[in-house]
């Protein structure tokens, strides 16, 4: 998956959630969505019409009402969703659960299948911040699916940074 889409996609919270639902057969209705992400209304109306405008998800034409949409996924969405619907049946704890609604999470994860540095994590993820980045990878060590390793042969020392675990399954099933 290219990974500026993927920045783009995961800048809403609820956006694979609803990919991943969609993917799995829940109706394509704003209220069913709405009551199986668990989503605060805003926040899901957000994400929904981000996917409109990523062009993953489109108005069902000739279905429901014009105060009640409905949704379906477009071709590059259901190759998307695929993705996310994987990604959202990986066990893991629910406290980690919402890590993976966090923006920068599914990148840094997709980026670091090979060992890199804080700069060429930075560099993929041209948008992001130093402290975004920073904080992004503490929570995801603290929770081990990213591992950090000194690089003591280099002067100064550099931190070298690789997904483990299940931050490892994780970006395995994004770029498959």
Known sequence: M???????????????????LMHEGTAGRQATLLAK???????????????????????????GHPLRPE????ELGKYIAERANNISHIETDSSDKTLLRRAWTLPILAISTQPIHFGGLKNQLL?????????SLKQLEACRWI??????????AR????????????????SA
């Open 2 to 20: 290219d990974i500026n889409l993927l920045v783009k996609i995961t800048q809403r919270a609820w956006s694979m959630n609803i990919l991943a």
């Open 37 to 63: 992400t668990g989503a605060g209304r805003t926040a899901f109306a957000q994400s929904l019409h981000h996917l409109i405008e990523l062009k993953l998800v489109e108005r069902n034409p000739g279905h």
């Open 159 to 174: 931190s070298l940074y690789q997904a483990q675990g299940t931050g490892s399954e994780i970006a395995q099933l994004i």
């Open 71 to 74: 949704y379906r996924l477009t």
């Open 127 to 135: 948008p992001i911040t130093d402290r975004a980045l920073s904080q």
């Open 147 to 156: 591992q950090r390793d000194v690089d003591i042969s280099q002067r100064p």
